[in-house]
């Protein structure tokens, strides 16, 4: 399994609102905002939750589906 670093890392992999993020770390919205434009440090056991939540997603693929934004692309 490929450990995950950061926030971004995660996100790159499985991408979803901060919204949906805080709801699944039970954080504040304003929480992950300032991770991600890094006013504020992530600790190492939010971390150790999102490699928790990386591998639930790995294993099952539709609760990842309930989180994950994928764009759908559209031709003209």
């Keep these: 399994m ?34 991600s434009n890094g006013s504020r440090r992530i600790t190492p056991r939010t971390i150790e939750q999102l490699n928790k939540i990386h591998e639930s997603f790995l294993q099952n693929p539709q609760l990842r589906g309930k989180y994950v934004k994928t764009a759908q692309c559209a031709v003209i």
Excluded: Q, Y
Aim: net charge positive.
């Design 2 to 35: 490929t450990e995950i670093k950061n926030l971004h890392e995660f996100l790159g992999k499985h991408p979803m609102s901060h919204r949906d993020l805080a709801k699944l770390l039970c954080v504040s919205l304003s929480v992950v905002d300032k991770w």
